[in-house]
């Protein structure tokens, strides 16, 4: 057996104001996203805001429902909106918005493993990476370069 090492490069920014403009323009969506979040069971909000590559910004954020599962994340909201309004444009970087009626979310809170894999399929389709970043409420911010860092090792449709 020989041992291969992964290595992810990651982005930490501080603060909000550290970010460059158009990121800080794009976290300012998804935070507005985030504040009609339908999340009455959970009480925990997220926002997500997409930048295609004409410019236009889509947003989503979760909708629960009284059975359980049938809620959604708020960035499959999100990908599969910009999938259906513009299905031909690139997406060029993501900004994901948490915050919970429980506690002050200090730390950036990272895509589920189901909304990594669905945002994956259009990494894949664009054939260009699309930059994510993720936070709480407050505190840092953190970037991957792409969704395959945040999913090494997956599955695609190469395997089928
Ligand atoms: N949630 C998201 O919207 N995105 C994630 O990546 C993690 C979880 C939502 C789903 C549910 O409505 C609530 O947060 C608590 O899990």
Known sequence: M???ELKINIGVYNTFEELPSSVQKLMSKAIEAKQTAYAP???F???AAL???NGEIVTGNNQENAAYPSGMCAE???I???ATQYPNQKILKLAISASSSSQILKEPVAPCGACRQSLLEY???Q???IEVYFTGEEGKIIKTHSIIDLLPIAFDKSFL
């Open 2 to 4: 020989k041992n291969i």
């Open 41 to 43: 069971y959970s009480k």
């Open 45 to 47: 909000s997220v926002g």
């Open 51 to 53: 930048l295609l590559e």
């Open 76 to 78: 499959r909201v999100a």
């Open 80 to 82: 599969w909106s910009a």
């Open 123 to 125: 990494e894949v389709k």
């Open 127 to 129: 054939n260009e990476k």
